[in-house]
């Protein structure tokens, strides 16, 4: 989850949903 929190800083929290649901996928397609 720290990874998420790299990725995606405080500064731009602005992100679009897509772009989450991206992230989330990349992310659960590794740790798999």
């Known amino acids: 989850m720290q ?3 790299a990725k995606y800083p405080k500064r731009s ?3 679009s949903p897509a772009e ?3 992230a989330l996928i ?3 397609l590794i740790y798999h």
Do not use: A, G, S
């Open 20 to 22: 989450r649901w991206r």
């Open 26 to 28: 990349f992310v659960l």
């Open 13 to 15: 929290r602005r992100y």
């Open 3 to 5: 990874d998420m929190c």
